[in-house]
């Protein structure tokens, strides 16, 4: 088992900055990818970024440039950097572990809302 908690969002105006965090804990050592989905109102859930245990990273297009996705081993912790944020990026951001034969495990999301 792997229990993922977010933390970081909020209200934020448009062009400013945000932080989530997803802090892992349980079976964490099978994890080899974590990632951050949004979904925003009325729409489906979309990945946003990605990293593997290898440190290759994934971002979609509409946050290049804009966010970083990074990670701390020792604090067991998955960051997103969200910087030049617009009214577009508003949704709910869950974090994800692939924890390997164990599946797919996902947070219970942080709200970041941007103000026009």
């Known amino acids: 088992q792997v229990r993922l908690v977010e933390s970081g969002g909020g209200l934020v105006q448009a062009g400013g900055s945000l932080r989530l965090s997803c802090v892992a804990s349980?079976?964490?050592?099978?994890?080899?990818?974590m990632g951050w989905y949004r979904q925003a109102p009325g729409k489906q859930r979309e990945l946003v970024a990605q990293i593997t245990s290898g440190d290759s990273l994934y971002y979609t297009d509409s946050v290049k440039d804009r966010f970083t996705i990074s990670r701390d081993n020792a604090k067991n912790t998955v960051y997103l950097q969200m910087n030049s944020l617009k009214s577009e990026d508003t949704g709910v951001y869950y974090c994800?572990?692939?924890?390997?034969?164990?599946?797919?495990?996902w947070g219970q999301g942080t709200q970041v809302t941007v103000s026009p």
């Open positions: 994800r572990a692939q924890a390997g034969p164990l599946g797919f495990y």
């Open positions: 349980g079976s964490i050592f099978r994890i080899n990818l």
